[in-house]
C-alpha cells in the first residue's frame, strides 16, 4: 500500500522543460516512476525526455491521466502551479519551489480549502515510496523498502535518516519530505496520521526543526492514538540562536515554545522516543522494533 | 528583510498609516536644521532623537561613548545637538545587541506627540503577522502599549487580542471596529483608530511584509492616532516584487561575514562556538551543530553550502569560516545525492591546497553517492584531514582532533 505515491501514481512535470525540471524528471523516470508528461505552458503539442508537454494541467490530467504533480516552477509562479494544479482536478500535489513569497502561500493554501486535494511542500524533497516511485528530488539508492514512515521539514536530514534506518537493518515504506517554510500544505501531524493508517507501515522516524508547532502538534495526536506505532523523533536546531532563521524560512525560534528543546520535551511526554543525537536515529529505531517484536 | 524606523515609517505612511513626523540626519551639524524645518511642518517645540539600529530596546539602551539612551528627549531646538551628539556616531548597547552593541550611523529628529490636550494620551500595543497554525495573517493588538510585549504575554495574557483575516475577502469593517472597541476607544478616537487598523493591513499585504510591529501606537490628548515606532520586517522572497524596498537594506547592520556569504549564495549564520561546520541542506546543518553541542563544543556557525558542493563553493566556504579567529576546528559534512562524494572530496582537497596553510584541523565526513572513493580521496590526499562515514563517528573524530 504505502501512502501518497505508488507504482501506479501517474505523475506530470510543472516546469518540465525548465533546467531542474528536466534533470530531476530523467532521475525519476530512471527510477521507475511512472511520467505520463509534463506541462510547460506555451510548449504544448511537443515532446519532452519521450514523454508529451501539455499546455495545462486540466489537458495532462484529461489525454494522460495524471493524478500526481510534481512542481519546479520558479518562485514568483508556483503558487500560480499550485492552484492550477488543484483546480484541475490532481490528487496530490508536491511542490519542490524554495523562496515562494509567504503572501502567496497564504493565497494558494486558501485556494486549496475544501478540495479534495493534498500538497507536499513547498520547499521540499518530495516523496518516495522505494521500488514504486520517486516524487522529488532525493536519491532514490538511499532508500531501501521496508516498514518504516519517515516524516521530515528537512531534505539532507530525511537522507540520512533513511539510510541510518537501511544500515540497522530496516528499511523505508514512504519518505515524506513536508518542507521547511512557514506554510506548508501537509503538516507533520497529518503526515503521521497517513503513517499510523498505512498497513505497510510499522513504526515512524518523525523529524522537525525549530520554529512552529506542527511537532507538539503531531506528538499529542500520537498520544490520542494510544501510541498505535512506535515513533522515533528528533529536532534539529538545538544549538540555534533565538530570532535567526537558520536556512529554512521556517526554522526561526520566535518565543519559549518554539524552541528544540521545549518540542522534545512535549514529544517525550507523549511517548515519542526522542534522540538528542541525528546519529542516532536507525540504531534507536532498530531497538524499538526489537522491543515490540520481543 | 529588517529595515530603518524612518525607512518603515515612510512605507507607512505612503499607505495612509499615520505616524509620528520626523527628519533623518546622518552628521551633528545638520541636526539643528533638520529641527527647524519639523517644527515648520508640525508645529513640535520639543524633539524626540532616535537612535536608528535594527533592534530593540533602544529607550532603555546605552550609547557606550557617552551614556546617553538610545532615545531621548530634546526640551526645545537649543537642547538638540547636545542631544544628538550624545546618541549619533556611538555604539548602542540594548538588551537586543550584543555586549559591543550597535554603531549608530543615523538618528532620527521626531516630533514631540505627546503634548497635553484635551484628553489623556493612551499607548496600545499592535502587529500584524502570519498565524503559520491557520496560514493566515492575523493583527495581534493589545491595551498595554509601550511595554514588552512578551512580558504583557506572560502576566497578563488576557489584554492580548487577535484578530485573524480570512485571505478570500480581506480586512473587514466590521473587524477594524472590534478592534477599536476592545481598545476602549470611543468618538473621533474610534474612527481614526478603525481608519489606521485598515490602512495598516493594507500596507502589510500590498508590501509584501512578514512582520509589522508598532509599539507604541497612540492615541494623543486630541484623539489623533498615530504609529510612534514602527518595526517592519519585509519578506525576503517577496523582494523581486518591489525593486525598491530591496535598496532599503542596510549591511552595516549584518555581519560582515554573513553578508559576504550571502554574496557567494552561502547561507551562514555566525555562532559564538569554537567548532566550525560546512554542511548541505539546513536541516543536516542544525542537526550538525547540536552534534558538535553534544560532543562537548559549541557550533562557531551554520553553513549550508546548497546542493552543488563543487571545490569553488567548498573553498569559498572555508574561507569564510576561517575568518573567524574563534574556530579550532572545522566539520565538512556532506550527505551526497545527486551531488557524489567523490566530487566534493576532490574539492575539500582542491581547496586546502588553493588556501595553501590551514592551521586547524579539518574532519569530513562523506556519505551517500560514491562514500567509500571520496574517503579514499581524502585519505590518500596527504593533508591533515580526518575523514568518516557515519555521522557519530564524526564526532567522535571532533574530539579526537580537539583532545
Known sequence: MSVLVNKDSKVIVQGFTGSEGTFHASQMIEYGTNVVGGVTPGKGGTSHLDRPVFNTVAEAVEKAGANVSIIFVPP??????????????????????????VADMVKAKNYLKGRKVRLIGPNCPGVITPGEAKVGIM????????RIGIVSKSGTLTYEAADQVSKAGLGVSTAIGIGGDPIIGTTTKEAVELFMNDPDTDAI?????????????????????????????????????????????????????????????????????????????????????????? | MNIHEYQAKAILSSFGVTVQQGKVVDRVEDAVAAAKQLTEETGTGWYVVKAQIHAGGRGKGIVTETGSHGVVLAKGIDH?????????GGHLVTKQTSAGGKKVNKVLIAQDVYYPGPSETSEFYMSVLLNRATGRNMIMYSTEGGMDIEAVAEHTPHLIFTEEIDPSV???????????????????????MAKFVEALYRA????????????????????????????VTLDGNGLFRHKDYAALRDTSEEDPTEVEADSHGLNYVKLDGNVGCMVNGAGLAMATMDMIKLAGYEPANFLDVGGTADAARVEKAFRIILKDPNVKAIL???????????????GVVDAYKSIGEINVPIIVRLQGTNAVEAKTIIDNSGLKVLSAIALKEAAQKVQEALA
Open chain 1, 76 to 101: 514568483a509562479f508556483a503558487a500560480d502551479a499550485i492552484m492550477e494544479a488543484a483546480e484541475a482536478g490532481i490528487a496530490t500535489i508536491v511542490a519542490i519551489t524554495e523562496g515562494i513569497p
Open chain 1, 139 to 146: 536519491p532514490g539508492f538511499v532508500f531501501k523498502k521496508g
Open chain 1, 205 to 294: 522516524v518523525m523529524i522537525g526543526e525549530i520554529g512552529g508547532t506542527l511537532e507538539a502538534e503531531a506528538a499529542r495526536y500520537i498520544k490520542s492514538t494510544g501510541n498505535k506505532k512506535p515513533v522515533v523523533g528528533f529536532i534539529a536546531g538545538q544549538t540555534a540562536p533565538k530570532g535567526r532563521t537558520m536556512g529554512h524560512a521556517g526554522a526561526i525560534v520566535g518565543g519559549a515554545d518554539d524552541t528544540a528543546e521545549a518540542k522534545m520535551k512535549i514529544m517525550a511526554e507523549c511517548g515519542i522516543h526522542v534522540v538528542a543525537s541525528p546519529g542516532d536515529i536507525g540504531e534507536t529505531m532498530a531497538k524499538v522494533m526489537s522491543a515490540v517484536a520481543a
Open chain 2, 80 to 88: 538638540v545637538e547636545e542631544k544628538v551628539k550624545g546618541v549619533l
Open chain 2, 170 to 192: 480581506g480586512l473587514q469593517a466590521f473587524q477594524t471596529r472590534k478592534i477599536a472597541f476592545n481598545l476602549g476607544l470611543s468618538g473621533q478616537a474610534f474612527k481614526e
Open chain 2, 204 to 231: 502589510y499585504v500590498e508590501t509584501d511584509s512578514s512582520m509589522f510591529e508598532i509599539n507604541p501606537v497612540l492615541k494623543t490628548s486630541d484623539d489623533r492616532i498615530l504609529a510612534v515606532d514602527a518595526k
Open chain 2, 332 to 346: 565538512v559534512n556532506i550527505f551526497g545525492g545527486i551531488v557524489r562524494c567523490d566530487r566534493v572530496a576532490q
